[in-house]
């Protein structure tokens, strides 16, 4: 008697267990990758869709299918995934075939400075839309990126994504830090350009001069995009010089006295090119020209050393430049810090 109520307390347990997974288990989805229209480019639309995916699967509300398991997938069945499949009776017969509950698809698109996304999730049992989300967006491509995390939210649950405490509290403190730089700096401006402009003395250190890029980057670079890429070459030039290393704007810089003996560094982009690579991602060569002149008034460099570099891979223009130039820094550390000139430097102040 015991044993048979043990056996049927075993058997309770497990089905429970049973259903408790059954209520856990999340609808599987496959994303087509989103329609290019106007202004946007093929690349572009991959890589805001594989950026899709991943805050799809990030929202834990679904699991995503991998683009390339859906290409095996459909090249098995063989199915034409010519990009022309965007109406609901196509959307279907893809699902059913790839096994997923839900179909997301749309297009993004620009007109003038405005990009505009428009998503949509198929029911693949009902062949029934079941939620719609339509985004603009102004400003560049990259802005785009930003605006995925809400889209796969509303796309899985129709509702925005939790609000993110921590992150709040890192923006007051950025705030504060801002209202503070503004009370030392005793004026509106701030920010790093801001701070490249502000006026200062020769006092024989060394000076690392911005601009750094044009005209080899097609491509606006954000304002913490070149103050990432100066901190790297700063350490850099610091462990070189073995001094500190300010960064300050050409027109700071040609401002400085005849006599003044500050060595300024000038880095030239002389080329800079991405190739396409993992999950839509693309990886950032930079070749640039790293000088150095003895004084901001020398016509000739003391030193120069020319040097290419990739960095790791990631999603749209700014990380991928950052990422190159990161690897620069390190070159250049190695490269610079055991040249002549550098140990004469050394040597003689």
């Known amino acids: 008697m015991i044993q048979a109520q043990g056996f ?4 309770l347990m497990t089905l429970c267990a049973a259903q408790q997974g059954a209520a856990q288990e999340k609808p599987a989805v496959a994303v087509l990758t989103l329609k290019n229209a106007n202004g946007v480019s093929d690349g572009e639309a991959q890589i805001i869709t594989d950026r ?10 679904v699991e995503v299918m991998e683009r390339e398991q859906m290409k095996v997938i459909l090249e098995e069945q063989g199915f034409q995934t010519s990009g022309a499949c965007s109406d609901e009776g196509c959307m279907v017969e893809m699902g059913q075939m790839l096994g997923v509950q839900y179909m997301i698809t749309g297009s993004i698109g620009r007109l003038g400075s405005l990009y505009m996304v428009n998503c949509r999730s198929v029911n693949v049992a009902t062949a029934k839309i079941e939620r719609v989300v339509s985004v603009d967006i102004k400003g560049h491509i990259e802005d785009v990126v930003g605006k995925l995390q809400p889209i796969a939210w509303k796309l899985t649950s129709g509702e925005a994504p939790p609000a993110a405490e921590p992150e709040r509290e890192v923006v007051q403190q950025r705030d504060e830090e801002k209202d503070t730089d503004e009370e030392n700096n005793g004026d509106d401006e ?3 350009f801001a701070k490249t402009n502000a006026p200062f003395k020769c006092d024989g250190l060394p ?6 890029f044009k005209p080899a980057v097609s491509f606006n670079v954000e304002e913490g995009t070149v103050e990432n890429i100066c901190e790297f070459l700063q350490e850099a030039l610091q462990d070189c010089f073995r001094k500190n290393v300010r960064v300050a704007s050409a027109e700071r810089i040609a401002e400085l006295g005849e006599g003044c003996k500050s060595p300024v560094v000038r880095v030239k982009t002389d080329l800079y090119s991405t190739k396409p690579s993992a999950m839509g991602q693309f990886i950032g060569t930079a070749t640039v020209t790293v000088s150095v002149y003895d004084m901001p008034r020398a016509a000739k460099p003391s030193y120069a050393v020319k040097i290419q570099e990739s960095g790791d891979r990631h999603w749209g223009e700014q990380t991928p430049l950052e990422n190159a130039f990161e690897e620069i820094g390190s070159t250049l550390e190695s490269e610079a810090g055991r040249s002549d000139y550098m140990k004469n430097y050394r040597r003689n102040r």
């Open 52 to 61: 899709l995916r991943i805050e799809l699967f990030k929202t834990r509300n």
């Open 8 to 11: 049927l307390l075993v058997m």
């Open 207 to 212: 000076v690392l001069e911005v601009p750094l």
């Open 190 to 192: 701030s920010g790093f």
